[in-house]
């Protein structure tokens, strides 16, 4: 089961696994850069992307049980469209959230959807809650994840709006690449007996690599 192992890994590695922040080197150069600079912020986006655990293991509960590519491609544009709206405005207008209060929220966003991927909130309350409404909810807290990053950063003003539009284009490109890495593995275990048998042990593996990154981040609000 690679994508439980996945979960796996980002359990016993924390200290690598949750950093959604960007890398050192790149706040540096981040610091430094002035004027338009497309191709870095493109690429500074795409590698946020491609490396940001928590970002991709809620993509991967998103789509867990999604077979239809137009079923994928909405609820992976909602996502889109949520963290792109708040990650743009929180930059260009100042606005940030406590870093590790928002990466704790996106934390609890991986435990909500593996809960809902394991019909708890049927069981529990009788009810399904709106899939896609959620979907975009949380891509909203994503994006001020992000936002809230590249503001402790101070990026340079000369330059802002294009230099955060060519990120942001990255970061959908990284998107595309993480989802289709994804659907790959996806594709190959949902044709193995295996699948259906631990799917539910996957999304629990999950729920608690959610758990922890909360855990982790709570702890660094009270004690840092």
Not at 172 to 181: C, T
Request: charged residues 10%; hydrophobic residues 55%; neutral net charge.
């Amino acid at each position: 089961m690679p994508l439980l192992l996945f979960a796996l890994v980002f359990i016993a590695f924390p200290g690598d696994a949750l950093a959604h922040a960007v890398a050192e080197g790149d706040k540096g150069y981040i610091q430094e850069i002035t004027g338009v600079n497309l191709i870095s912020f493109l690429y500074l986006g795409a590698k946020h992307m491609v490396t940001g655990y928590d970002h991709i293991l809620f993509l991967l509960g998103v789509i867990f049980f999604l077979y239809k590519m137009k079923d994928i491609g909405i609820y992976v544009s909602l996502f889109a469209i949520g963290h792109s709206t708040t990650m743009l405005a929180g930059v260009y207008f100042n606005f940030g959230i406590n870093s590790y209060l928002i990466d704790a929220i996106i934390g609890l966003s991986i435990v909500y959807k593996a809960l809902d991927n394991m019909g708890a909130y049927q069981r529990w309350f009788g009810v399904q809650p709106n899939t896609k409404a959620a979907t975009l909810i949380f891509g909203f807290f994503h994006g001020f994840g992000l936002s809230s990053k590249i503001l402790d950063y101070e990026i340079s003003p000369d330059g802002l709006l294009p230099n955060l539009l060519a990120f942001n284009v990255g970061v959908e490109v990284g998107q595309l690449l993480a989802l289709g890495a994804i659907l790959i593995v996806m594709g190959a275990w949902r044709k193995t007996p295996s699948f259906l048998k631990h799917a539910y042990t996957a999304n629990t593996v999950m729920m608690a690599a959610g758990f922890l990154l909360i855990g982790y981040q709570l702890t660094g609000y009270f004690v840092v």
